[in-house]
């Protein structure tokens, strides 16, 4: 199956600093993505989507940004909170409707 | 969000049984739904893409015979592992979309263990 089957690497901050989350993805051609929260055993949770036309959007207390020049897509948390401590992963749906996963970030909050 | 409800949470099933798990769009028709696998500390692997009415596309690797995978309706989707090994223990996650470019609503996952 499509994915990358490494390890997850971490990220570790203090509570109340930004984080922010990076991920490359494979397509070109690929035209929305999605970041998901993914806490132990559970399914992953939506964040924040974007579509291909835009390089910047904002919720509460998230923003991703797109970089289509060199397939970068970044998560961005402002006051990170203990409560956001999960994996990260960034998905994109590619030309064939498949959503496909990127690698994942594991987040560790620091009280 | 929409809800997509994911059935069983947890099986431990001996090796050479089949094991259902179930996937129901609660609030939503699912015209596509997808089935991924995950191994501690990996990402979800893509295993298969089933569109309401047809047979399943399968990625590179996943063996269709071993997965078999029915989207009988646009709520239901169901995958059995058949003739289950300890090697396809794992975290079994399915997820379901309406439309063709949205974002799709995870079910709670599976957790198999095959004794």
């Known amino acids: 199956g499509e994915s990358v089957g490494l390890h997850l690497p971490t990220l570790s901050v203090q509570e109340g600093d930004n984080s922010i989350i990076n991920c490359a993805y494979s397509n070109s051609a690929s035209d929305y993505f999605i970041w998901y929260k993914q806490e132990s055993g559970k399914g992953p949770q939506f964040i924040i989507d974007i579509r291909s036309n835009m390089d910047k959007r904002q919720g509460q207390r998230v923003t991703v940004l797109l970089n289509k020049t060199v397939k970068h897509l970044s998560l961005q948390i402002a006051a990170t909170q203990p409560g956001d401590s999960a994996v990260y992963f960034c998905?994109?749906?590619?030309?064939?409707?498949?959503?496909?996963f990127g690698q994942g970030t594991e987040l560790s909050v620091k009280p | 969000g929409a809800v997509v409800s994911q059935h069983p949470s947890w099986v431990i099933c001996k090796s050479g049984t089949s094991v259902k798990i179930e996937c129901r769009s609660l609030?939503?028709?699912?015209?596509?739904m997808f089935w991924y696998r995950q191994f501690p500390k990996q990402s979800l692997m893509l295993m298969a893409t089933s569109n309401e009415g047809s047979k399943a596309t399968y990625e590179q690797g996943v063996e269709k015979d071993k997965f078999l995978i029915n989207h009988a309706s646009l709520t239901l989707s169901t995958l059995t592992v058949t003739s289950a090994h300890p090697e396809d223990s794992s975290f079994y996650i399915c997820?379901?979309?309406?439309?063709?470019?949205?974002?799709?609503?995870f079910g709670q996952g599976t957790r198999l263990t095959v004794v």
């Open positions: 997820s379901a979309r309406e439309g063709q470019v949205t974002e799709a609503f």
């Open positions: 609030d939503f028709q699912a015209t596509t």
């Open positions: 998905a994109e749906i590619n030309q064939g409707g498949k959503l496909i």
